[in-house]
């Protein structure tokens, strides 16, 4: 296994990965414009040559970033995989002297195993939303805000 920064020739891997969990309503779909803008946000979990899982971290101001997109490919679930994408982001967090960490999610109890706590959505700044009032989901998003303090 191996985890490193994503390389454009990444994209359409990670584009089906994301779109087959937001097909299920299980994450937020990501168009390859967007993968292709965000690219140096995205680590990616590669075996045999594959993608098999990825995510970013996008900072949102001096002290917050978020983790977004994480997901990891079915076959490949509960090997650690995405805890250790998490831990990634988290000490690349800290390396920018980052002091918060946030992600929108519906997988909750994953984030809260990972050291997050559950938090009122409210809770975050506005700068968070800059995005959401894009979203075909808004304002009746259904996901869940967890944050970390490193």
Request: proline share 3%.
């Amino acid at each position: 296994m191996i985890y490193r920064k994503a390389k454009i020739s990444d994209v359409e891997e990670i584009h089906q990965l994301v779109s087959y969990y937001a097909a299920k309503n299980l994450m937020l779909a990501r168009s390859r414009s967007s993968l292709y803008e965000g690219i140096r946000e995205f680590t990616v979990a590669e075996y045999n040559g594959r993608v098999i899982g990825a995510g970013s971290l996008h900072i949102i101001w001096s002290d917050l970033a978020e983790i977004r997109a994480l997901a990891v490919r079915p076959a490949h679930i509960q090997k650690g995989i995405g805890r250790n994408l998490v831990n990634l982001f988290l000490k690349e967090a800290r390396q920018l002297e980052i002091k918060r960490v946030f992600a929108l999610t519906y997988q909750q109890e994953f984030f809260i195993r990972c050291g997050f706590k559950a938090i009122a959505k409210e809770e975050l700044p506005h700068k968070v939303w800059k995005e959401c009032v894009n979203c075909p989901l808004f304002p009746n998003c259904e996901e869940n805000a967890v944050i970390i303090n490193i």
